[in-house]
């Protein structure tokens, strides 16, 4: 499947649960993920059996709950001050 996520001045955190998604070239690993403010509209797909839920936040409403800036996916770890980016084509 494949969906727009469009570019609305807001952010978000998925809850990757299961299967293969991606937001164009960038996988997603499973977990809890924060998206940066989407300035450009992206592709998202997700392979047959993935699983995702997410909270998409209206503008400057992320910023308040995390306290914390971020240009691209990063993945939350249990220890919050220690977080994993992601880049394009790693998981």
């Known amino acids: 499947m494949v969906k727009l996520l469009h570019s609305e001045a807001c952010s978000s955190i998925w809850f990757s649960l299961a299967g ?3 937001i164009g070239d960038i996988a997603i690993p499973e977990g809890v993920v924060v998206l940066p403010v989407e300035k450009v509209a992206a592709q998202v797909s997700l392979a047959p059996g993935s699983e995702l839920a997410g909270i998409r936040f209206q503008p400057a409403i992320g910023y308040g709950l995390i ?4 240009g691209r996916p990063t ?3 249990r220890e919050f001050r220690t977080i994993a980016r992601i880049t394009p084509g790693k998981v």
């Open 67 to 70: 306290c914390q800036h971020f």
């Open 20 to 22: 293969d998604v991606r």
């Open 75 to 77: 993945v939350l770890t």
